[in-house]
């Protein structure tokens, strides 16, 4: 996930626009900012790239997902089910509503088990979120048939997965709602930054409100807006969405490298009889930020991973053993060490998650090697790293 690997001249340019008129925010202003509308062009740009109809940009991934699920009027005491493996921002935009996160297990997709998300619904369930982790996807087509069924809303989280596309369609725009993060280490980057994009017009116009204290934006006096709801401050500001503005248009060709890097890993990684490859659902195309690979068992995984780290393979990861991608990381999470009191909804209805049995979860992520894919490496430099990881891991076999 690289586009910081990428930054440069254009970005400048952005942002030099932005910082000539001294207009930082995006909104307001008019005459001081020489037609510089850097936010509204960034959500112009990407809503046509994702084939949506409306984009709203927010500070971070992890906004965009509290905006979203804001947006779709999820709060106190109603159940999201996401995934054991994701990032901390899951439970926590969830837990920043005041609803209930239901943590379930992973199938070889690496992402949501559809049949485990089934098991988990309860009269109190609102919303899927599947989490498309390091660049491939949930069975979109599943959970969307559960979502119908029992009449939920389903939010993809497509932070990781930024160009990769199911049944046709980008990751993000198949569900009700689709957020994405531009952090520095996403596939393309504002600093700081994220977006929801949904094809609702009512969720959009709730979600524009919320990200900016309620403002209903309408007519041209900031000050004489009203504000139909309450909101909050998850603003971009226009320096960050400069930033994005370039990184946008760079996104295609990011894609292309990553797939030829990511072949040439994976061609290589297959001489080994004893590694398989994660499973990429039916009509899945993957935007290829990471390889992502299976040992026989969990020992020999921990042992690969070892390996690889003492012959030079930098930026591989297990996640099984890592602090904030996967369950076992979290007791923070898992024993509610919240600053504060949290709502009562949360206390009463959050099950005890150091008790539940997550061995499913633990059978695949004990076994899962992902590694890096970068732009920056050369045709050479990917050859010589992918043969000295099959090395690394044969060693060890
Ligand atoms: C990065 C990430 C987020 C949160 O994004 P921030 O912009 O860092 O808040 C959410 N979900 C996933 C899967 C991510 O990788």
Redesign the pocket.
Known sequence: MPGFEVFGNEERKEVNDVLNSGVLMRYGFDGMRNGHWKAKEFEINFAARMGVQHCQLVS??????TVALAAAGIGAGDEVIIPTF??V??FESILATGAVPVLVDIDDTLTLSPKAVENAITRKTRCIMP?H?CGSMANLAALKAICVKHNLILLE?A??AIGASYAGKPLGSYGDLG?F???F??TITCG???AVITNNKKYFTLADQYQDHGHDHLGSDRGAETHPNLGYNFRISELHAAVGIAQLRKLDAILELQKRNYLIIRKELSKLAEITFRRVPETGVENYSFVNFFLPNAPLAEKAHKALAENGVDACFYWFKNNWHYINGWEHFRNLNSLGRLPSEICSQIKNYNEIDFSNSDAIMGRTISTLVKIGWSEEDVKNRAIKMREAIASVL
């Open positions: 971070s991934g992890t906004s965009a997902l994701t990032f921002a899951s989490v982790m989280d932070c990781q957020c993060s531009f952090d280490v996403k700081e930054g994220g």
